[in-house]
C-alpha cells in the first residue's frame, strides 16, 4: 500500500518545482518533504524525482503523479456524494490537461472557463503541438489532451473534435518582396517563414503538398498563436493561421492567401484517460461539444 502524504509531497514537489515550494504548498518544511519523497522512493525501488531546476518527474514519478490525480478526482466525486465526508474548507483540485497552443488561442479557452467556474478544480493546462500533446498523455503528466493523435494510448480514450482549418498567409507587401513571381519550391527556400517551436511541422507539410516535394524553410519561431499573427501582419514572414485568427484580416486585405484556396485541415481529437471521475467525463462534455460546434465537422 503507497503512503498518500509521501505521494502527495511528491506531486507537490513536481507540480511547484522545488522543494521549498512544495513545502509552503503543504504547510511542512522542506526536510519532511525530502524525507517523504525518498521513503516513497525506496518504497517503489527507483527514483521519482530528479532534482533539478526545476525539479522534474522520471518516468515512474510521472505515473504516479497521475495515480494521485486521479485519486484526488475520485475523493472529490465522493466528497459531493457524501458531504459528511468532505473537509471543512472547500479544496479545489488540480486537473491537468494538455493542448496545442491554436486551440487555446480559438474555441478551448472559453469552454475551458465555463467549465472551470463551476467546477471544484484548478486547471493546468500544458501547452505543446499537437502531434505531441498525447505524450504528456502517455507518459502519465495529464489526465487529458487535445491531440492530433486518433490513437489513444493505453488505457485512454479517443473522440474526434473535428478540423481545424489552417490558412497559409502573409501581408502584401512580404508577398511583393519574396512571391511577386509565384509561390513554389525556390521561392518558398528563400522566404522566412514563421514556426511555433522546433516540432511545429505544418508550414513544410503544406509546402510539401503544394510541391510535391521537401522544401527546406527558412524559420523564426515564434510560440504564441496571436505573436504569429502580429508577425505575419508585419511582414516578417509567412505562417499557416487557424482561420478564425485571421478571417477579418483576409477580408480587409491586411493578410493574402499564399496560394487561393490552399488550406490545410488538421483534425484534432479529445484523448482522456480512462476510469478517472464524474470531473473528468464534464469537462469532457464540455470540450466535445465546444469542439464539435467550432471545428469543422467535412468528412475526413
Known sequence: MLDYDSLAAMAAVIREGSFDRAARALNVTPSAVS?????????VGCALVIRAQPCQATDMGRRLCQHVDRVRLLEQELHDA?????????????????????????????????FATEAPVLMEIAVDDQEHTAQWLRSGVVLAAVTGSARPPVGCNSQLLGAMRYIAAASPAFMTRYFSESVGA??????????????DELQTRWAHRLCHRHVELPR???PSSHAFVTA???????GLHPQALIARHLEDGALVELVPDSWLDVPLYWQQARATSAVLDGLSRQILAAGRSSLRQDPL
Open 35 to 43: 524525507q517523504r519523497i525518498r521513503l516513497l522512493e525506496e518504497r
Open 82 to 114: 457524501l458531504p459528511t465526508l468532505a473537509p471543512e474548507r472547500a479544496v479545489r483540485l488540480p486537473l491537468p490537461v494538455a493542448v496545442n497552443a491554436d486551440s487555446l488561442a480559438t474555441w478551448f479557452a472559453p469552454a475551458l472557463a465555463a
Open 232 to 238: 505575419t501582419l508585419a511582414g516578417m514572414g509567412w
Open 186 to 199: 525556390r521561392s518558398l527556400a528563400h522566404a522566412p517563414s514563421l514556426v511555433f517551436n522546433p516540432k
Open 220 to 222: 523564426h519561431t515564434l
